[in-house]
């Protein structure tokens, strides 16, 4: 459990202790929250856990006592973890490119990945597509949209959209908090306001996203990875309730939607359990209480981080590692209140456009150019 002290992290714990029976926990990682990692250390005494550093692993020691979980520290940690011969199943739930080393671990000893960290494959979706493939092993996608997607597909995963007859996949959006926002009213609002998402309780930096759309950016690119396709055959719609996750288009004019309430239990259940199916405890969908599905179009001025990424998502290559890694300063500098909202996509742009063209050969060529990028985000703030 890659990022245990998280969101995804709480809610993929939680489905554990519904079904001891079913799976046990190898290792749990987290990066500064100690306290709460000590917690969880002591509720499942996984053999492994993974902190930030050795002042965090004496912390950790000390707060566990006698407790015999190893503590491993770093990246190293991670990766270790994230390829030991004995784990099965890898929840990868970091947040940001900082998931990118122990996610390529994972691929490259062929482990069945559930994959909630999107970054991964905006940054380097070709090598971790092919790596999976290459090692033999199942990569199944735990961000909401993308489960639904795969839900609705015949379970090929290496039939293209037109040989399983598919037309069109719709990439739904909540719109986030600041749907009906003027441009006006976006230029002064606050980190408050941006991550008091409507319907997703979330991690600080996905809600941010949420607010700016970038993270239907990111998963638009991350759909074109998962999916084999172009970003032209993925159209967003906005849906306000939240309620349908995304829809897939047949030939035939046929349209399956996956339906359900905001709540992760419910993919991530479904990709721990797949083929099969578990319990979640998630509260049974009532469309009589929600009475009504809305849908509009996604509006490029007033959302240009939407734009952005439509931008990278054709180019692919060091453009999404540039916006990716432009992105994630910009939201952090947004969060400690050092760049405006609507200066989120002005930074990402500026930066995207020293980008250079193709692919990296390789994730080092990868991890080099995320770490340009956010120097080049830096100097620019
Ligand atoms: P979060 O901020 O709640 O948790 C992030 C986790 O990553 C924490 O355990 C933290 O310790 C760890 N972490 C952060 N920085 C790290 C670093 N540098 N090195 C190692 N570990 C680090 O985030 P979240 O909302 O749980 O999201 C996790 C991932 O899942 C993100 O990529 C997000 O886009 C994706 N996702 C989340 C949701 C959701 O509902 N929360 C939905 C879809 C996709
Ligand atoms: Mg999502």
Redesign the pocket.
Known sequence: M????????S?TLDLIAQHPDKFSLYAV?????VEKLAKIVKAFSPPYAVV?DLESKQQLQGLLGAQASQILVG?EG?CEVASAPDVDMVMA????A??LAPCWAAAQAGKFILL????TLVTAGGLFMRAVQHSGGVLLP???EHNAIFQCMPHDFNASLVASGIRKIHLTASGGPFRRATLAELQNVTPEQAVAHPN???????SV?SASMM?KG?ELIEACWLFSCDASDIDIVVHPQSVIHSMVEYIDGSVLAQLGNPD?RTPIAHAMAWPQRITADVAPLSLIDIARLDFEAPDYQRFPCLRLAREAAEQRGYSSVYMNAANEVAVQAFLERRLSFLGIANLIERVMSRADRGEPCDIHAVKEADFTARRLAEEDL
């Open positions: 890659l990022g245990a002290t998280g969101s995804i992290g809610s990682t987290a990066f500064s929250n930030r990246e991670l739930a970091i947040v940001g900082a998931g909630a960290n999107k970054e735990i961000d909401s997703w309780s979330m991690g600080q930096k996905i996203d993270n990111l992760m």
